[in-house]
Structures are given as structure tokens and as C-alpha cells.
């Protein structure tokens, strides 16, 4: 028997390219030249992302990097000759390998892009790193020491008003502090963030930017002063994720679902959303 929930993601995802779709590659690591096979994507559909960045769509994320089975090095980027060079001492050592028992891929590519002095790829994958961690324990200490670190590893960058890459990585970073908690933080950091008119200059698609970003900024005002800490707020999820989100605590296969919220119960009430979710209440089971 399908359940309310699978009903309406069959709905919702019905179309062509919807699933996901890998392939198995052979890959010669750089370092030591060993050969293994990786599961790689071919195709993945989203439609949209949490708070914290992670894409919403049809595969999980973020995307699963090739890892060498035998020194563990992270594959996420084509090496050139000089740091597969650099990267040939920094494997071996016992820093790395103690990083290896305890931490996720994307945090060990973090670590790695940190070592090699690569300030535009580190942020962006501690902040994959922090969903990895959140996937498996949002609550847990792994999830909470990424995100501290993100948030403290952004505080260290240049501030500016017209980059997208420091609006956006302090926009997360606001939202991490969010979700530790810390809202006092996070609302200071948000409000601090200022969008310039330029913003982007002459970059393609500039002005969708600067209102996505913008619209966001407002959106994780509402959270915070609510005080909610939850990864997934109703109110910035969409209204797919939402209807979800109001039949969550229906679905029997779904048995640690958390109750509904006073403000999620209100959400949920509201026209558009109650229409959609009385339309799934009213789909009958296939399969029974």
C-alpha cells in the first residue's frame, strides 16, 4: 500500500527525468595510482533547497565524492600535477588518517582544499560537509561542530555588498546560527548582510540574484524571531515541502514524526496549502 505522503510525491514528481540516474566509472587515484570503481551521477532532478543550501530533488545530497579505498583522499576536483604533488605528503600523514575514522567526505575535502590553500572551494564544502552530518544526526555533535566551524570560517572572509559569494555564504552562515540556536546571533549577522544594487554587475541573471537573496534574507527573519531552530521551517520550504510537511504526522511509515506546531498548524490551515492537502486526503490508497 502507498501511504498519503508516497501518493503525493508520485503526484508531484510525475514527468520525464524526475529519477535519478548513475552509472559505474573506473578511477585512477591520483595519489598512488590505485583503480576503483565510484557510482557515479549521471542525471538527479531538484526543485528547490532547504534553509542551509542542500538541494531538494530526486537523489540524495549532496552527491557522494569518489574516495581512493586505499589512502582515502577525496576526489573532488581533477587534481593538477602540482597539488597531486602536495596532496601525496598530506594523505599519509597521521592528521589525515585520524580525520579519516571520524569524519564525513566533505569534510575531509574541506580539510584537504584548507591544506592546499583553496579559499573558494573550502567554505562551500564544510558547508556540504554540514549536511552530510545533519543527514545522519541533526541534533548530533558532528552537525553542531561543522556548523560552528562554518559560521566562524566565514566570519574570517572579506565582507562585500555586491559579491554573491560573500552575500551568500553569510546568509547560511545566519541561518547555522539559527539552527544552533544562537538567534540573538543570527539576527545580527542577517540584518548586517546588505545586497548592493549592483550586486553582480554585468553577471547573467544579476538581478534574479539580488532578489533571491533578498527574499531569503526576509524569509529567515520570521524563524529566527520565532526562535525555531529546526532545519526545515514550513515557512521557507515552499509549498510542496509544506503539504508534506502537513501529512507528515499522518503517515504510519513515518512513526517518529513530530507533531505539528502551533505556527505549522496555522500554516498548514492556510487556503492554498488546506486545498492541496485535503486534495491528498481525499487519494485513495493504491495497491491495497
Known sequence: ???IVGVLAGLLMAGPAIASTFYDKTI???VGGERFVHQSLGSITTWGAAPDGMPMGSGTFPIVLPQCPGNGLVLYENFDAAKVKRLTSI??????RALRGRETRYYLAYWLAKSLGDVEKAPWLL????WEAKNKDAAGEQAHRYAGEFVEMVRTMPVSDTDFTSIALRARAANALRE???FDDAEALRSSIVIAPNAGGDEEQAADNRE??????RALAKPIARRENGRMPIDMVGDREAVFRCL????????DAAPLTPFERDYCAQPDIATSVAKMRGIKPENP
Do not use: H, N, Q
Open 248 to 255: 507528515e504526522p499522518e503517515d504510519p511509515e513515518i512513526r
Open 28 to 30: 585512477k587515484c591520483p
Open 91 to 96: 594523505v599519509i600523514s597521521d592528521e589525515y
Open 1 to 3: 500500500m502507498r501511504t
Open 212 to 217: 533571491g537573496w533578498s527574499s531569503f534574507l
Open 127 to 130: 558547508l556540504s560537509a554540514t
Open 180 to 182: 544552533l540556536g544562537r
